[in-house]
């Protein structure tokens, strides 16, 4: 076995070697970065602490909870009808050439609707645009479609040909795992620091008491008429502590507040944004698992360009 093999690499046209060394190479170093980027994901999910929505800090968060419809309205699944909150659907029909026959994507679409999170403290909206979402339910079955009888599943039953569809969905009232970016409406959110909200805030303050004769009095500590380095220094500092202190009130104001909502989306730093229907634990140990694979792929291919390279140099 080995003498064949070694005879078959020998005797491969060099430009056609080249072309199998490079492929294998390309190869390694696909399921290098596929290993280990998905268990750096697991490393993230592990090491990530479960935050409550009530006291949650705005940013990446990991929220665990219920998932429920938005206003007792669920969506419907195009496919079978399900009540659900997010789907993914796939219609493929088989095509046939000959002795090559594969399947070809006649439909596809997934749900971008909002969904939410309850997890005991709060609730979240979810938005599930760009997230990785694994689901709560997948099916996949095949039918044959006849020219006179349309599909009662899909609106695409025509030609007779054998048809594959394949189902995807987040389920109301089920436990929901969310890893993402949360950001809660209805706070100070215009992106300007509270450094500088009060600075800026200071200023205004100082300016106003300058024109106002009762304050200017009040400043005027040795009451000579004006007002000294020493007496101005206490001035900017009362601005200050009174800045800090209409800042603080008008936070508390907001987020105690109707109208605060909580949104969890992708975010924007390069972070994993997961929207899973599987606990995390179970979701740590199937990205392990998936890592392992991969990494074990790209150590075999590894071995086996080595030998490769043992019978035959690439050129």
């Avoid at 990785?132 to 044959?144: G, K, N």
């Avoid at 300016?207 to 007496?231: N, T, V, Y």
Wanted: charged share 25%; aromatic share 10%; with cysteine.
């Amino acid at each position: 076995m080995q003498d064949a093999i070694s005879d078959w690499l020998i005797g491969l046209d060099p430009g056609f070697y080249l072309v199998l060394w490079a492929g294998l190479l390309i190869l390694l170093l696909v399921c290098l970065f596929v290993g280990f980027r998905t268990l750096a994901r697991a490393r993230i999910i592990a090491h990530t602490p479960t935050a409550k929505l009530r006291s949650a800090a705005q940013g990446f968060n990991e929220i665990e909870g219920t998932g429920r419809v938005i206003d007792d309205h669920p969506l419907y699944s195009p496919l079978t009808f399900t009540p659900c909150l997010w789907f993914d659907m796939k219609i493929e029909r088989l095509e046939s050439s000959g002795k090559n026959r594969n399947w070809v994507t006649v439909e596809r679409r997934a749900s971008d609707a909002l969904l939410r999170i309850d997890d005991g403290t709060g609730e979240a909206f979810v938005d599930p645009d760009h997230a990785r979402v694994i689901p709560h339910s997948s099916r996949r079955w095949r039918e044959r479609a006849s020219a006179t009888d349309w599909s009662s599943t899909s609106s695409l039953g025509f030609g007779g040909k054998p048809y594959r569809y394949t189902e995807r969905l987040l389920l109301p009232e089920h436990p929901l795992y969310v890893l993402g970016w949360l950001e809660t409406r209805g706070h100070r959110n215009d992106g300007v620091s509270e450094r500088d909200v009060i600075e800026r805030r200071r200023r205004e303050l100082l300016q106003e008491w300058k024109h106002d004769p009762a304050a200017r009095e009040r400043f005027d500590l040795d009451g000579d008429g004006e007002i000294s380095p020493r007496e101005w220094d206490w001035a900017m500092r009362l601005a200050r502590a009174q800045a800090r202190k209409e800042l603080s009130e008008a936070d508390g104001s907001r987020v105690s507040g109707s109208n605060t909502v909580h949104l969890l989306h992708r975010p924007r730093g390069g972070e994993p944004f997961i929207i899973s229907g599987l606990p995390q634990e179970s979701l740590i140990r199937r990205k392990t698992h998936k890592a392992g694979a991969f990494i074990s792929a790209a150590l075999l291919l590894f071995v086996i360009w080595l030998v490769a390279q043992g019978i035959r140099a690439p050129f």
